[in-house]
């Protein structure tokens, strides 16, 4: 069974190469052969679900070892795969969604002459995800991570006429590469200190080192899961990701790409829990930025930042949920699962919106667009109520059991981040109701005479459909009966939180933000008219609208920093070292021209010359002798 | 001793670049072709020797050829190879072919100029090319330090022809300007190298002296030196031992640009045609790191212990400066030159970090280096061709009109970025390793690099191939066939050596380990010992072993 | 004289010290002599007295050749290129490169110095004469050394020699370049250069005696040089004879009118010439 | 008397050529100094023969005397053909050396 587990990351790898080597002959069918891949990798995957249902929870992980990749010394990178529960997790969410986002792809990119490519990359990702997700050492989970990294580099550039989209992709690559520097030295010091990067082994063998090592290595890969799931510091690319085309964004920067932080957390989950500093450090990061992105969210007019913005808190969500420990991992990833359905399908939506508005995306130039394209409407508004974690949605059971894992940390801190959960959750709220208001609701602001909203073409509906379901009904599957946290538990090692408030306290604590936060949109934009153009605002709106000043501080910090700094070095390379070598060449050739005057060119003076030579090798010869 | 292989690997470029250069005028095309073919024929020796070579085997080197030659010096003409050489040998052979084919057009003389039976450029550049290759493939080859020496500096001699003498045409200040700045390069090249070379050669001397002092007989011999060090026979002094290896590693930092001793190679490759910057940083320099590989450590090991750490120090330089310098470039190829002084600075960093994933990685590092370097430069050399100026500000949406071109160019980039999947990866995260489980400060502020490069990179490419399309580039045509030919194999073998570089290194390891043993290092001891064979006692682990064996 | 003795004798000292100074002035005269020919002459005395000096030191057959080839051949070879160049030409002492003439005295002084305190810290104290060397004649001596120790050498120098003959053969000759002009051409030349074109006309011839010193005179009398040879012309030794012949024939009236006894009326010394008074004292000379 | 003094003359004669070579312009009698230097070697050799009791210094000497004759000629005739192309015989116009 285990020989299958290759076909999945194989399947999309190769119509990738098919699509990108292929040329104009496969223009017309290329979006269908990618398409085809993506789905067949994902019934390959749920061939392997069935089996590994079928198996006892003691023995479902498999392991698949193709080839020894780098064998140096002590230094031993395998080409392995292994699908345990977690990665089966993620399996079945990456193609799933994937699949869907294909066919959404096909109508969405119709019009574009690069499709071809498009669905190239597309594989890429998937492929680049799926390794990220089964690679059984940290090297070759290095190799997948800074895969999807070119793959979210070739898409959110994909438009690369554009300039903005050609920078914000080179941002995104720069940024997650800073991250995976971190994952790089991570890597090192597992090598250094336990002589191997498996997760087996290094994983088992946490107990045997100093809290030191770990704390550092934790810290290394909290960095790394900062870059890709842009989490604060690092989270500024995120934003200017969203100049990629919508689809891309679903996939890539809502769904799948940007949880590959909370993965590699969890998967290292040992290593965090015998290092409670790093865990702190993580806790931190999930907090602040799950306010962070939060209050982005409020300020964007842009229907797809705005989105971007609430991914960037729902992951927050997640690390946080992460760093708690085994109280949080489950809930972490399962969070993250319904995230993956309910924030594509908000993607898809706006997208959906975009495409019929023909590619206007200033939420301020939507309104009352729920008349003119219902499914999306209906579709969009389930995700809404399933992100805000309305009772009964998906987003309701995982969010509030990881706000609930947040106050069972105890102490202080406890009591620190479920208050900023709660906050959160009430932000969410209010910027979700804020986007759908402004979108769906109010009158129109847009001039009937050069948009004609209309609802989209079946390969777009039917995904946001699909998912639609799914992010209504996911959530409550998981919780009956703990399904979920079980099948997760021999990955994640479950243990049970003893939160201060009581569950039902907790739920109640959570809905009763939840209207509030909504009530209060509904106030500002709801009951009266949304100007067509944004107000000033507040200055912290201004802040948030400039995502909180932080590529303010790159700007000026970093990129100034840089040019000057490069600029000095060209200065000084060309005068310094290079005047060095130069200025001993002048020399010489200053000193030749004196010697030059010797050679005047008449015999006599040669024959002086000549004789005083021949005087002094007299005169050593005597003195050698000892005169 | 059987067919003299290595040295028919030597001639058969030596007597291709005589029978180049013999052609009259008017055999231009002919000279191309029997260029080529030699080269080609030169590949196929190459390949036999990595077939006839069995890593395991016992002995340093291998299909070991030894002639007396001046007697009265103990200069013998000795070769022999071991993995590292092989593996470079194999790289060299491998790149001039597509030089030469990137390099078709560049030495055709001008419509105006007048056939005149003496000028006959195009015969002067490909025979120039072939005889740069038969000398870099001997010094590869000798196993005598003199012979070595030799070689080593005569490569200077068609290196200054070939970047004083041919241009690329795409001067920033049309050609007069662009002749007089290719002279200064071309005479600042030969002048820097054969400043290391003479330092060098007394130190050669010295070495013979020091010998001959000792040994009773003066020998040049590699081996019998590393032999007798071993045996005890040969005790050079602290001093002269650290003299000696200065001398030495003077002249392989020039040539393979170790900061600050770098500033030569940006002029050579920004003035020179792009299949010359190839040679020039693919092939050329290689033979400085693989020099200090097999010569300055073996030889000198005590003097490299004590060196190490300044060395690491001024790798570590380059390799950040490079990066950085890279960046404020305005000129492309400049900027892949920079980009190559960052990666000799990862080269000799591995090298003297004196760990086996050090100096293996640095090996690979060699080898990938020369092919993402040819890929991307060449390809530069495309676009340059194309629109007939080297500034980065010329160009922009070129992605649009010559995709293809554009993909290429941006694989290149990538393998120079070293994303994982290609093969500079694999090196540089080796040599990473292998300088951070013994210097971890330092392996830490090398990696930063990977933010530079990924930088400096993603630049170039933003500048020049996406954006709106400038009016200059509209016209541009894709890629031609020829050009096609050139890159695709070098892209299929960085891919191929990304995912499976076993073959490599199981050529380069025994060498590795030889040259530690030499200097009697062993790699650091982890503080955890856990049973290092991945996949720890899961379902296939067993298989893992079997064919971890079936690779032996 | 065969057995020469180690120490050499009284009389060879004095020998050496008169000749010596014949040698050493003749050397200074040789540098300081203004015209080259005084500089040839004065370094061939100096080469005959090492002549005498190789006698004395047993070297007879070198002595010989010494005056034979030296003084008899190459200082006249020098002689020769002297006149070739012209036996006039002297150059001026006065020195042109600035402080040449200082440093080389300066450099000549030290290095001799040099040499004769190297001379004169070296044991050279024993001499072992030539008694023996020589026994079998010195000639013969060297003969046998040239003919086997030296053989080699002595071939190669018989080819430097050739070599030289050749050299100097090859320098001194001087290549025809254009085709000799033919005899038509000289004379249209000739006549396009419009000058006299048939032989000039003879000098006087007189009865009483011939001589290519006296022009002969034009019908008045005058006499034209062109009848006289340049060298003489140039020379100025043009014996003029027009003045006496008029004069006699003067004279030659004179007695006739006398004889027939008419008197005369007397004639403006007319043609009394001036002319005629220098004739008389070049005839004189 | 000691035949050291030979030496001494040779020495002298020597010593006085050389200024003579440095001193006067005309070239022919720079020539006749380089003779005459020449000669004063012959001196030493011939008296070192004689000091030794071997005839090995005077084979020296009769071989300068050759390589000297052979010496002149060429040299004279350089003289000459100089004259004839620029009428002198002066060394300092022969100054094309410094180009």
Request: neutral net charge.
């Amino acid at each position: 069974m285990e020989n299958l587990i290759a076909l999945l990351v194989a399947a999309p790898l190769v119509g990738a190469a098919l699509l990108l080597c292929g040329g104009k002959r496969l223009d017309r069918a290329g979006h269908w052969i990618g398409t085809l891949l993506a789905v067949a990798s994902f019934a390959v995957a749920a061939v392997l679900f069935a089996d590994m249902l079928g198996k006892s929870a003691g023995d479902r992980a498999l392991h698949q070892h193709l080839f020894s990749w780098i064998p140096v010394g002590g230094f031993r990178a395998d080409l392995a795969f292994q699908l345990d529960q977690l990665s089966m997790t993620f399996v079945l969410l990456i193609t799933g969604v994937g699949s869907l986002i294909h066919i959404y792809s096909i109508g969405y990119m119709e019009h574009d002459e690069r499709r071809r490519r498009f669905f190239g990359y597309l594989n890429l990702f998937l492929a680049a995800m799926l390794l990220l997700v089964l690679a059984d050492n940290y090297l070759l989970l290095y190799v997948g991570w800074e895969g999807v990294g070119l793959a979210s580099y070739l898409l959110i550039g994909f438009w690369q006429h554009k300039p903005s989209a050609a920078t914000a992709a080179k941002k995104a690559f720069l940024v997650n590469r800073v991250g995976d520097v971190g994952l790089s030295i991570a890597i090192m010091l597992m090598f250094t200190t336990f002589g191997t990067f498996a997760f087996g082994p290094v994983l088992a063998a946490t107990g045997d080192t100093g809290e030191g090592k770990l704390t550092a290595i934790g810290l290394m890969l909290l960095l790394a899961a900062c870059g890709k799931s842009a989490q604060v510091p690092l989270q500024s690319w995120l934003g200017d990701a969203m100049e990629g085309p919508t689809p891309v964004s679903a996939l890539i920067h809502a769904a799948t790409m940007v949880t590959a932080g909370v993965y590699l957390i969890t998967r290292s989950g040992a290593i965090f829990n015998a290092a409670p500093d790093a865990q702190m450090a993580v806790v931190v990061v999930g907090a602040v930025t799950l306010l962070f992105g939060a209050i982005v969210g409020c300020a964007k007019d842009d229907i797809k930042k705005a989105l971007a913005g609430s991914t960037m808190s729902q992951i927050g969500y997640m690390i946080l949920a992460a760093g708690l420990g085994p109280i949080g991992y489950a809930f972490a990833i399962m969070h993250l699962v319904t995230h993956g359905f309910f924030k594509a399908g908000l993607f898809l939506g706006a997208g959906s919106v975009m495409h019929g508005m023909n590619d206007e995306v200033d939420m301020r130039r939507y309104g009352g667009l729920r008349r003119y394209m219902p499914v999306t409407f209906i579709t969009f508004g389930l995700g809404y109520l399933a992100i805000i974690g309305f009772p009964g949605l998906s987003g309701f059971f995982s969010k509030d059991k990881i706000i609930e894992a947040a106050f069972a940390k105890g102490g202080t801190e406890g009591w620190i981040l479920g208050g900023a959960a709660l906050l959160g959750a009430a932000i969410t709220a209010f910027y979700m109701t804020r986007v759908m208001l402004m979108t769906f609701f109010g009158e129109k602001r847009w001039d009937p005479q050069e948009v004609h909203p209309h609802e989209s073409p079946k390969t777009m509906t039917i995904p946001m459909i699909v998912l639609a379901v799914g992010s209504v009904f996911a959530g409550g599957l998981f919780s009956i009966n703990d399904a979920f946290v079980s099948w997760l538990e021999p990955v994640t090692s479950f243990e049970h939180g003893h939160s201060p408030l009581s569950a039902t306290a907790t739920t109640t604590a959570t809905i009763v933000v939840l209207l509030v936060g909504a009530g209060l949109a509904w106030l500002m934009y709801g009951r009266k008219p949304v100007p067509a153009v944004a107000p000033r605002g507040s200055l912290l709106t201004r802040a948030a609208r400039r995502d909180l000043l932080q590529d303010d501080f790159n700007h000026v910090v970093l990129v100034r920093g840089g040019e000057h700094l490069t600029r000095t070095l060209v200065y000084l390379d060309h005068s310094l070292v290079d005047g060095a070598v130069n200025g001993t060449a002048a020399t010489m050739g200053g000193l030749s021209g004196r010697l030059r005057q010797l050679q005047s060119g008449f015999v006599r003076s040669y024959a002086v010359q000549m004789l005083g030579g021949a005087a002094v090798l007299v005169a050593a010869t005597l003195l050698m002798r000892g005169v | 001793m059987s067919f003299p292989l290595l040295t028919a690997t030597a001639v058969v470029p030596a007597v291709g670049a005589v029978a180049t250069a013999a052609l009259p005028a008017a055999k231009r095309t002919a000279a191309k072709w029997v260029a080529l073919s030699f080269s080609l024929a030169t590949f196929v020796l190459a390949l036999v020797i990595a077939i006839r070579f069995t890593p395991g085997a016992k002995g340093p080197f291998q299909l070991t050829e030894s002639h007396a030659w001046i007697a009265d010096f103990g200069v013998r003409y000795e070769l022999g190879v071991d993995g590292i050489a092989v593996a470079l040998i194999a790289l060299t052979a491998l790149l001039i072919p597509f030089v030469i084919l990137a390099g078709w057009h560049d030495a055709d003389p001008l419509e105006e100029t007048r056939p005149n039976r003496r000028w006959r450029p195009t015969q002067g550049f490909f025979a120039l090319i072939l005889a740069v290759e038969a000398m870099v493939v001997i010094s590869f080859e000798a196993t005598d330090v003199f012979l070595f020496y030799l070689f080593f500096e005569a490569m200077l001699i068609p290196m200054y022809f070939l970047i004083g003498g041919f241009g690329d045409g795409a001067g920033e200040h049309g050609e007069e300007q662009a002749a007089t700045q290719r002279s200064y390069a071309a005479v600042k090249f030969l002048l820097y190298n054969l400043a290391g070379g003479l330092i060098m050669l007394a130190a050669v001397i010295g070495l013979y002296a020091a010998t001959a002092d000792q040994l009773g007989a003066g020998t040049f011999s590699l081996p019998q030196i590393v032999e007798a060090r071993a045996a005890g026979h040969l005790h050079l002094g602290a001093g002269t031992e650290r003299l000696l290896f200065l001398g030495f590693f003077f002249a392989f930092a020039v040539k393979a640009p170790l900061w600050p001793l770098h500033t030569w190679l940006p002029n050579a490759m920004g003035e020179s045609t792009s299949p010359v910057a190839v040679l020039i940083t693919a092939v050329v320099d290689k033979v400085g790191t693989f020099a200090m590989l097999r010569f300055c450590i073996q030889l000198f090991p005590e003097a490299s212990k004590w060196a190490t750490p300044v060395i690491l120090i001024l790798a570590l330089i380059s390799v950040l400066y490079g990066a950085l310098l890279a960046v404020g470039q305005r000129d492309i190829k400049r900027l892949i030159a920079y980009a190559s002084i960052s990666h000799f600075g990862f080269i000799i960093l591995g090298i003297f970090a004196m760990t086996s994933q050090g100096q293996g990685g640095a090996t690979l590092y060699m080898v990938n280096h020369g092919i993402s370097t040819a890929a991307l430069m060449l390809v530069a050399g495309f676009l340059i061709s194309r629109r007939g100026s080297r500034l980065i500000a010329d160009y922009g949406g070129v992605q649009k009109v010559a995709p293809v071109l554009a993909g290429t160019f941006l694989i290149g980039g990538l393998a120079t970025l070293s994303l994982p999947g290609l093969a500079p990866f694999v090196s540089e995260f080796l040599v990473l390793v292998g300088t951070f489980s013994r210097y971890p400060v330092i392996g830490i502020i090398a990696s930063a690099a990977i933010v530079l490069a990924a930088l400096y990179v993603l630049v170039l490419y933003q500048r020049t191939m996406t954006g709106p399309v400038k009016a200059e580039v509209r016209k541009m045509p894709d890629l031609r066939v020829r050009e096609l030919v050139v890159v695709a194999p070098l892209i299929a073998l960085l891919l191929f050596l990304g995912v499976y570089p076993k073959p490599l290194t199981d050529l380069v390891n025994p060498a590795v380990e030889h040259t530690l043993s030499v200097v009697d290092k062993q790699d650091p001891k982890p503080d955890v010992h856990v049973d290092a064979t991945t996949g720890g006692s899961r379902p296939g682990h067993a298989t893992h072993g079997d064919d971890a064996e079936a690779a032996k | 004289m065969n057995s020469l003795a180690a120490a050499a004798s009284t009389g060879e000292a004095v020998q050496f010290w008169i000749l010596g100074t014949v040698a050493v002035t003749g050397a200074l005269c040789t540098i300081l002599m203004k015209r080259a020919v005084h500089s040839a002459l004065s370094l061939a005395g100096t080469m005959i007295v090492l002549a005498v000096f190789y006698l004395a030191n047993g070297a007879y057959f070198l002595g010989v050749v010494q005056v034979v080839v030296y003084t008899g051949a190459i200082m006249m070879l020098f002689l020769f290129v002297v006149m070739l160049v012209g036996v006039t030409a002297a150059d001026s002492l006065k020195e042109t490169l600035k402080g040449q003439r200082w440093l080389a005295a300066g450099l000549g002084i030290g290095f001799g110095i040099l040499l004769i305190a190297g001379i004169g810290n070296a044991s050279l104290k024993e001499f072992n004469g030539l008694g023996e060397a020589n026994a079998g004649g010195n000639v013969q001596g060297l003969a046998a050394l040239i003919f086997t120790k030296y053989v080699f050498a002595f071939e190669i120098t018989g080819a430097l020699l050739i070599t030289a003959a050749v050299g100097a053969m090859v320098l001194t000759h001087r290549e025809r370049t254009e085709r000799p002009a033919s005899q038509r051409e000289q004379s249209q030349a000739r006549v396009r250069a419009g000058k006299q074109v048939p032989p000039l006309p003879a000098p006087g011839v007189y009865a009483r005696h011939n001589a290519v010193d006296i022009p002969g005179l034009l019908p008045d009398g005058s006499p034209s040089e062109l009848t006289v040879n340049p060298t003489l012309r140039g020379r100025g030794q043009i014996r003029d004879v027009s003045g006496e012949a008029l004069a006699e024939l003067k004279a030659l009236e004179q007695r006739s009118t006398e004889w027939l006894g008419r008197e005369t009326e007397p004639k403006p010394p007319a043609a009394q010439s001036p002319t005629p008074a220098e004739p008389k004292e070049e005839a004189s000379k | 008397m000691n035949p050291v003094y030979y030496l001494y003359l040779a020495a002298l004669l020597f010593t006085i050529g050389a200024a003579g070579v440095l001193i006067r312009r005309n070239a022919i009698v720079v020539f006749m100094c380089i003779e005459l230097m020449l000669n004063a070697c012959n001196l030493a050799f011939v008296t070192f023969s004689r000091m030794h009791g071997n005839l090995d210094g005077q084979i020296i000497a009769f071989f300068t005397m050759v390589v000297a004759a052979a010496e002149v000629v060429v040299g004279l005739a350089i003289i000459v053909t100089i004259f004839r192309t620029r009428h002198t015989a002066s060394v300092d116009d022969a100054s094309l050396m410094k180009l």
